[in-house]
C-alpha cells in the first residue's frame, strides 16, 4: 500500500476521506470540549485545534516553531500542560483533536517526518522561543514521546523544533506539483522541505542557543550502531528502516530498527514491542533453513536494533513483477509454462515453510508476496516475524497485507492459511485486493488462472482453493462451492455507473461533490477535469446523461468561494471548471476565464497543472491569440531540465505537443509542426521496446498508462501532421503502445494509470492498428473486474484498491469516457488529449438536456 493513502482509509468505509471527518466523538481531548477565556480565539483546522490569543503582537509567516510529542496514553496531559504554558506566555498553539487522530498519525505507515508531533507551538521572535523551550521543558523534559524526526530535540525531548512556516504558504515545483513554501530574504516562495531529517534553510539565522545544542547532539550522534556499519538503507516506515549493514566480523546482515512510541498499530503496540517479539520469534526458529539467523538485539542512543542475517535475492513480490508473463503482449504457451513452473516450484516451498511453521507452534501473522525472499539457489526464505504468534491461539494483531488478510479470521493458523491462499492465487493474477470488498470476483479471478495459465497443476488449485474457503467472506463463490457457473465477463454497465455516480453525490458538502482519490482533497482539486466535479460531469455529458442542475449550482458555488491561491490548471484547479462551464454556456465560465487571465500563470509548461491546459482552455473559449502566446511560451521550455521529465500526456511532454499540432492546425505554421514533432521526441528518450512493445521507463517502471506512460505518447503521436508523424515513425509507436495497452493484467482500474486509460486509447488507435478493436473490447470486459456493487449501483474501485472512486482520473467518470469513446471511436472526448476540442454533443440526435435534475433516478 502507498503510505500516502493510510490517512484516508480511517474515516470511512467505502471513500478515501481526511482523516478530521473520522468519528472520534468518544475520544476527544477535554480541552476540546471546554469554553475558552474570552481573550483566546479557538479555530479548528483539519484535525487540529487552533488556539491564538486575541491581544499581542501578530504573527510573522515562518521562523522557529516547537514541537512536542507524545504518546495516546500521556496527550491528554501534555495538552493540559502545554495550555498552561502557552496562556501565561501568551502564545499561539495547536494540539491534535483526539486520542483516535493521535493514534492514527503515529502508526506504522504514517508520515515519517510529521509523525509524532502532537502539540505545536508559535513563538514569535528568539527571545519567546527561549523563553517557551525553558517553560516548556520544566513541565513536560524528559516525558515519553515519539522522536520527531524533521526536527532537532531539544535536550531530552519530548519538546523539538524546526524552521518553517507558521501560514500554509505554496509554491510549485517544475513539474507543476504544489508543495507547501516559505520565502526567502527575497520574498520569493520556495519548498518548505518537511524530510524525516533535521535541515534549516541556508539563510535563517540560528539562534545561538539552538546552534550550542546542534553541536552537542553531533558530538552524541557521532557513536556506532555497536559496531556495525550501515551500508545502506533497504526500507523505511514510520516504526523504523531496515539497513543493510557490515557487522563487526566483516559478514553482511540486516539491521531491523524500532523507534520507541512510533509506528503504534490499533491495539497500542509500538515498533519496539514488535521487534522484541521477531527476536524472539526468530529465536525459537532459528533452526529452519528457511528463517534469517538471529544474531543480536541491541539499543543505541534510544532506538532498537535487531541484526539478523542477510538473504540474498529477490522479494516473490519483485520476481512475479518482473517475470508474469500477462504485463506482455500475447505470450506464447512456453513461456506460460515456464513461469508457472517456476511460480508453483516457489509456492510449495513457502506451503512447507508455514506448515513446518506450524509443526513448531509458531504462525508468521503477516504472510504476503513481499514477505517470501526467493534466494539466488532457488530456495525460499520468510521474513517479518513482527506479528508472529502461537499456533492456533487467538489472533491479535491488527496490521497485515491488504489483500492478504481476512480480519473475520481470529485463528491464527487459518489466517495464515489465507494469507497462503491468497498468496497462490496473487502469483498468476494480482488482485487478490479485490476479495475484501468484491468476493463475488474469485471465482472470475481463478477462471482467468486457469485459464491462462493452463500447466497450472490441479492439485495446486484445489489447495489454494481450500485455502481461501477459510474466509466465511470468499467460502461461497469459490468454485465446489456454488452451484451455479461463473458468468461471462461482460462491460460495466454504464447505467448503473451513473446511478452509483449519483448515489454517491453530496452537495450539502463544501470540500468536495463526488468522492475520488485522495489528490481530491488537495487545495483547489474539486475544481479541476482529474479528482473533481468537472470531470465526472464531462462524463456525464459525454454519456448522454443530464448534470443536473443541484450538480451545477454547486460547481459555481465552488468557483465562486474559490481563493486566490487556488491552482489554475486544467485538471488540477480553476481551468476545468472554467472549461466545462464555458461549454454550458454559463456565464460564470467566461468570468473564470477573466480571472484565470489576470492571474499569475503557473510555472509548469504541462498539462495537468500548466500552461498547456489553459491554452487548450483559451483556445476553446475562441481566445486565439492568447492561447498562442501562451503555447509560445511552453515552446520556448522543450529541453528544459528537470521540467516534465514524467513521460506522457498529462507530466510529460506529450501533452504539449498535442497543443503545438493543435496550434498548427490554426495557424497552419510549419514551426508549430516541428515543435510538435520535437515534444514527442523529448518523451520518448524514455521509450522502451519489449516483445514488440513501447513502453515508458518513469518513476522506476515500465508504464504504458495514459497520464503517464506508452498510451498517453502515442496519442501525441497520432496528433502529429502527416509529414512529422511519418518522420518520427507515428505508425511504429502506436503500434507498440497498442500492443503494450493490450495486456491482460493490470492492477488498476482508471483512466489515467489503469486499464480504463488503455481501452480510451485503444479505441483511438484502432484506426491505425487493426485489432485494437479487438483489443478493447477486452479490456472493457476485464474492467468489470474492477467494479464494485454500492448502494445499489457500481462503483469502480479507486487506485490502490482500498476504496472506491468516482473521479475522472481514477473511478468511474473515467470508466465512462473510456465506455464512450469505444463506441464512438475518435471521439475527442479528453480535453488536451487531441488536436480538436474536448467533449462536445455530436450533433442534434445527442444533443441532451443539461440542467435536468438526476436526484432520485431510477435504479438501473
Known amino acids: 500500500m502507498d503510505p500516502k493513502y493510510g490517512t484516508y482509509i480511517v474515516a470511512d468505509a467505502h471513500w478515501y476521506e481526511p482523516l478530521e471527518r473520522c468519528n472520534d466523538a468518544t475520544s476527544r481531548f477535554s480541552l476540546t470540549e471546554r469554553e475558552l477565556p474570552v481573550d483566546w480565539n479557538r479555530n479548528q483546522h483539519g484535525v487540529w485545534e487552533v488556539y491564538t490569543p486575541v491581544r499581542g503582537p501578530r504573527l510573522p509567516e515562518q521562523g522557529w516553531k516547537i514541537h512536542i510529542s507524545a504518546t495516546p496514553d500521556t496527550a491528554e496531559e501534555t495538552i493540559e500542560q502545554t495550555w498552561t504554558v502557552c ?469 459555481e458555488q465552488a468557483a465562486r468561494r474559490a481563493p486566490a491561491h487556488a491552482p489554475l490548471g486544467l485538471y488540477d484547479g480553476l481551468a476545468g471548471t472554467a472549461w466545462l462551464l464555458h461549454r454550458l454556456g454559463s456565464p460564470l465560465g467566461e468570468e473564470l476565464v477573466e480571472r484565470i487571465q489576470s492571474s499569475q500563470p503557473p510555472s509548469s509548461p504541462g498539462l495537468f497543472s500548466g500552461l498547456t491546459g489553459i491554452a487548450h482552455l483559451l483556445l476553446d473559449v475562441g481566445l486565439d491569440e492568447e492561447a498562442l502566446k501562451s503555447a509560445a511560451a511552453v515552446r520556448e521550455r522543450i529541453g528544459d531540465e528537470g521540467v516534465l521529465d514524467r513521460p506522457g500526456l498529462m507530466y510529460g511532454w506529450s501533452g504539449p505537443a498535442v497543443l503545438f499540432a493543435r496550434c498548427a492546425r490554426l495557424t497552419a505554421d510549419e514551426e508549430w509542426a516541428e515543435a510538435a514533432a520535437t515534444a514527442v521526441r523529448a518523451d520518448l528518450r524514455y521509450g522502451r521496446q519489449m516483445d514488440g512493445t513501447l513502453q515508458m521507463s518513469s518513476s522506476q517502471r515500465l508504464l504504458p498508462y495514459l497520464a503517464e506512460g506508452s498510451a498517453g505518447v502515442a496519442l501525441a503521436a497520432m496528433a502529429l501532421p502527416d509529414a512529422q508523424a511519418a518522420e518520427i515513425g507515428a505508425g511504429d509507436i502506436v503500434a507498440g503502445a497498442a500492443r503494450a495497452a493490450a495486456v491482460e493484467a493490470m492492477v488498476q482500474g482508471g483512466l489515467f494509470n489503469g486499464r480504463a486509460g488503455l481501452a480510451y486509447f485503444l479505441s483511438h488507435a484502432a484506426a491505425h492498428v487493426p485489432q485494437a478493436r479487438s483489443w478493447t473490447e477486452r479490456q ?43 463506441k464512438t471511436s475518435g471521439a475527442c472526448l479528453l480535453p488536451g488529449a487531441h488536436p480538436c476540442q474536448g467533449w462536445a454533443p455530436a450533433g442534434a440526435a445527442r444533443r441532451i438536456p443539461l440542467t435536468d435534475t438526476v436526484e432520485g433516478g431510477d435504479r438501473p
Open 87 to 555: 496562556r501565561q506566555l501568551n502564545l499561539a498553539w495547536k494540539f491534535l483533536r483526539s486520542r483516535r487522530v493521535t493514534t492514527v498519525l503515529n502508526s506504522k505507515y504514517a508520515h515519517r517526518a510529521a509523525s509524532g508531533k502532537v502539540v505545536t507551538v508559535y513563538p514569535r521572535d528568539t527571545d519567546e522561543l527561549h523563553t517557551a523551550l525553558t517553560a516548556l521543558e520544566a513541565v513536560l523534559g524528559g516525558r515519553p514521546g515519539p522522536y520527531v524526526l524533521s526536527d532537532h530535540r531539544w535536550n531530552k525531548g519530548p519538546v523539538s523544533v524546526r524552521y518553517g512556516a507558521f501560514a500554509l504558504m505554496w509554491c510549485e515545483l517544475p513539474d507543476g506539483t504544489r508543495v507547501p513554501a516559505l520565502r526567502d530574504p527575497q520574498g520569493t516562495a520556495v519548498p518548505d522541505r518537511r524530510r524525516p531529517a533535521f535541515t534549516v534553510p541556508e539563510w535563517a539565522d540560528t539562534p545561538d542557543f539552538i546552534a550550542a545544542s546542534l553541536a552537542a547532539a553531533a558530538e552524541d550522534a557521532a557513536a556506532t550502531l555497536n559496531g556495525y556499519t550501515v551500508l545502506k538503507a533497504l526500507h523505511f516506515s514510520n516504526g523504523g528502516g531496515v539497513y543493510l549493514a557490515k557487522a563487526p566480523d566483516g559478514t553482511d546482515v540486516v539491521l531491523k530498527e524500532a523507534r520507541p512510541h512510533a509506528g503504534l498499530d490499533a491495539g497500542g503496540a509500538d515498533a519496539v514491542d514488535r521487534l522484541r517479539n521477531e527476536w524472539s520469534a526468530l529465536e525459537a526458529v532459528s533452526h529452519m533453513p528457511f528463517v534469517p539467523r538471529p544474531v543480536e538485539y541491541f539499543t543505541a542512543w534510544e532506538h532498537h536494533y535487531l541484526a539478523m542475517e542477510y538473504v540474498e535475492g529477490e522479494s516473490l513480490s519483485a520476481w512475479v513483477s518482473r517475470n508474469y508473463p500477462l504485463t506482455r503482449h500475447a505470450p506464447d504457451e512456453r513461456a506460460r509454462a515456464e513461469y508457472t513452473a517456476q511460480a508453483v516450484d516457489r509456492l510449495e516451498q513457502v506451503e512447507a515453510a508455514v506448515e513446518a511453521l506450524h509443526t513448531a507452534g509458531l504462525a508468521l501473522g503477516d504472510l504476503h508476496l513481499s514477505n517470501v525472499l526467493i534466494r539466488n539457489d532457488g530456495t525460499v526464505a520468510l521474513v517479518d516475524f513482527e506479528i508472529a504468534a502461537a499456533v492456533d491461539t487467538e489472533r491479535t494483531a491488527v496490521l497485515g497485507a491488504p489483500g492478504f488478510i481476512d480480519p473475520s479470521l481470529t485463528n491464527t493458523s487459518a489466517s495464515d492459511l489465507y494469507s497462503l491462499g491468497c498468496c497462490q492465487l496473487a502469483a498468476f493474477i494480482p488482485l487478490t485486493s479485490l476479495l475484501r470488498r468484491t468476493p463475488t470476483v474469485v471465482g472470475a479471478l481463478i477462471e482467468m488462472v486457469t485459464t491462462a495459465f493452463p500447466a497450472l497443476p490441479d492439485a495446486y488449485v484445489e489447495r489454494m482453493v481450500d485455502r481461501l474457503a477459510l474466509s466465511p467472506g470468499v467460502r461461497p463463490h469459490l468454485p465446489g462451492h456454488r452451484a451455479d457457473a461463473v458468468p461471462a465477463l461482460v462491460p460495466p454497465r454504464a447505467d448503473a455507473l451513473l446511478y452509483g455516480i449519483d448515489r454517491a453525490a453530496d452537495t450539502t458538502r463544501t470540500d468536495r461533490l463526488f468522492p475520488g482519490d485522495i489528490a481530491g482533497h488537495r487545495d483547489g482539486a474539486a475544481l479541476g477535469l482529474a479528482y473533481g466535479a468537472p470531470g465526472v460531469l464531462l462524463a456525464r455529458l459525454s454519456s448522454g446523461a443530464p448534470a443536473g442542475s443541484e450538480h451545477l449550482a454547486w460547481l
Open 780 to 822: 472493457l470486459r476485464l474492467l468489470s473486474l474492477h467494479v464494485a456493487d454500492h448502494d445499489g449501483g457500481q462503483v469502480l474501485y479507486g487506485d490502490q484498491l482500498l476504496r472506491l472512486s468516482t473521479d475522472l482520473a481514477t473511478g468511474s467518470a473515467g470508466a465512462l469516457l473510456a465506455m464512450e469513446a469505444a
